[in-house]
């Protein structure tokens, strides 16, 4: 039993496939960008998707080896929730619809916050139900409860840009190339933070548009170093996410939590995050996915068609 997973994204065009075992094939691209931009127009990205698609699905059906789908499963809405839409998205589900009626079997839709959630999940080690989900990324930068009955419920986030935002925008203005996440990883892990940068709540929720300014005038006044500059963004974020989860633990008093997202898959992040936690003894029981998972991928999209056919069956 194989499920073809689909997802288009801001950031990434992807396909997979996933049976019994886990995930098959997961093939994917980043969407175009001009050097110095900070991203595409939705039109620009569609267009983009639409010549991305076809490669990769020919990629992901070729590692299959002759094997044939038995349903096609692709995210049609950014989250759950009915006013959520992004016109992205409608490139994978036209295509996904052309796919499962080709190969005459089901489509299934979900969400792609369900599908990075999902990806997270895979190998993680987290057993617990219900858990908390904190998805950072490009798009999003929120703190979910999943419960037992798999519902997924906002519980805080950002109200003005998101982590993977202020990443990018500062990457950019230090002349790295986007997305600015690894790259400005790779910088950070060669200066010093004095958390110069401070945590901004409201309401349980977060802000990162003031910081952003921050880190602009010191780019612009030029008496920084840009490793140290990155370093002091990276801190912020690290301690803007223990401030979100801790807060969200004690409202719910759920601590396990699961992060995931391309901002996740940043291994100083895990790591300064994990260390944090020990030191100020915090209590969150911390989990990652793998980290070719925690960007944009539609192998949590394969993996949510492959269990919900499983449940079926039984």
Known sequence: MIVLGIDTSCYTTSVAAADENGVLASNRQLLPVQAGARGLRQSEAVFAHIRQLPALYEKTLTDLCGRRPDAVCVSAHPRDDETSYMPVFLSGLSFARVAAASFQVPLLTTTHQRGHVRAALEDSGLTASPYLALHLSGGTTEVLLMDREERLTLLAGTRDLHAGQL???VGVALGLPFPAGPSLEKLAMTGAAQSLLPVSMEDGDCHFSGVEARAMQWIQAGDMP??????EVFSLV???????????????????????????????????ICAINQKRRLGLRLYFGQRQYAGDNAAGVALIGRDRIMKEKL
């Open 226 to 231: 840009a490793p140290q500059i990155a370093a």
């Open 238 to 272: 690290e301690r803007t996410v223990l401030r979100l989860l801790t807060a969200a633990a004690d409202k719910t008093g759920v601590r396990d939590a699961l992060l995931t997202g391309g901002v996740a898959s940043s291994q100083l992040l895990r790591d300064q």
């Open 167 to 169: 990443i990018d925008r």
